[in-house]
């Protein structure tokens, strides 16, 4: 069975840092793109960052202003969102999602994603 499993989300103050994981099982990520996205609650999902099959080549959102890294490591078939100087307005589900569309470079687009986590709840507040 195809899955995908976020973890790493909690509640932090203005200002912190959290490191969301994406772990594979039933397949390899090797062979996928690799996306992150988020949906607040009243909100369309909305992309965050995403990565190509090899990790040479990411994308981020325009809001995610060099505060968010997204990786992979693809020994431990898992891809991480390294997120630093979060903001109130970073609160979120966070999903994670693996297309079989290899393009490059990758999008943040949820029509080309095939695969889906259950999401992990991130909260920014003092």
């Known amino acids: 069975q195809l899955q995908l499993v976020e973890s790493g989300g909690g509640l932090v103050q203005p200002g912190g840092s959290l490191r969301l994981s994406c772990a594979a099982s039933?397949?390899?990520?090797?062979?996928?793109?690799i996306a992150w996205f988020r949906q607040a609650p009243g909100k369309e999902r909305e992309g965050v960052s995403c990565?190509?099959?090899?990790?040479?080549?990411?994308i981020d959102a325009d809001f995610v202003e060099g505060r968010f890294t997204i990786s992979r490591d693809n020994a431990k078939n898992t891809v991480y969102l390294q997120m630093n100087s979060l903001k109130p307005e970073d609160t979120a589900v966070y999903y994670c999602?693996?297309?079989?569309?290899?393009?490059?470079?990758?999008?943040?687009?949820?029509?080309?994603?095939?695969?889906w986590g259950q999401g992990t709840q991130v909260t920014v507040s003092s």
């Open positions: 039933g397949f390899t990520l090797d062979y996928y793109n």
């Open positions: 990565i190509i099959s090899t990790g040479g080549s990411t």
């Open positions: 999602a693996a297309s079989k569309q290899l393009l490059s470079p990758c999008v943040i687009s949820t029509p080309v994603y095939d695969y």
